[in-house]
């Protein structure tokens, strides 16, 4: 059912996000979840510095959600590990993402699913879907994606 008012329970993001896109949009942030993080609000990659359920990396998270960027490991009681914070920024970056491929994806005609044109901008940034070829970075793209073997790996597993 798409809704006609947002829902108080949720907030504006991710009414306008769902009316756009219906429940892929809320499923898609569930299994992002699930896999990036197993649903530990405090997960945390020592190596990225990507954290929260869905592994924001520091800088994207300072675009959209509160408390700033971090270095290394978010200090405790960052926002970043707030799981009611984290999906309502999750759901501000998927909606960016989804409103900025269906306009990339209608323009070129690239034979990828809006969704999996949002699981590459997950993955591996939305520019990895606007210079490849097919909308999802090959071998073949690496020179024009920066997308090379074990980054094609991850895409495609």
């Not at 990507?50 to 971090?70: E, I, K, N, R």
């Not at 699981?119 to 070829?133: D, F, I, L, N, P």
């Amino acid at each position: 059912m798409v809704r006609t008012e947002p829902d108080a329970r949720f907030g504006a993001t991710q009414w306008m996000c769902s009316a756009a896109s219906g429940p892929a949009a809320l499923s898609r942030q569930a299994t992002d979840s699930g896999f990036e993080s197993g649903w530990d609000p405090h997960g945390h990659n020592p190596t990225s510095g990507a954290s929260g359920l869905v592994q924001f990396m520091p800088d994207t998270w300072a675009g959209y959600g509160p408390g700033g960027a971090w270095a290394g490991r978010p200090p405790p009681g960052h926002p970043v590990f707030d799981p009611a914070t984290h999906m309502t920024a999750a759901m501000a970056l998927f909606c960016h993402n989804l409103t900025a491929m269906q306009a990339h994806l209608a323009t070129t005609g690239k034979p990828v699913t809006l969704l999996d044109a949002v699981a590459v901008c997950h993955v591996a940034g939305c520019g990895r879907v606007t210079r490849s070829t097919s909308g999802i970075p090959t071998a073949a793209d690496t020179a024009a994606t920066g997308c090379g073997p074990d980054c094609v790996a991850t895409i495609t597993a």
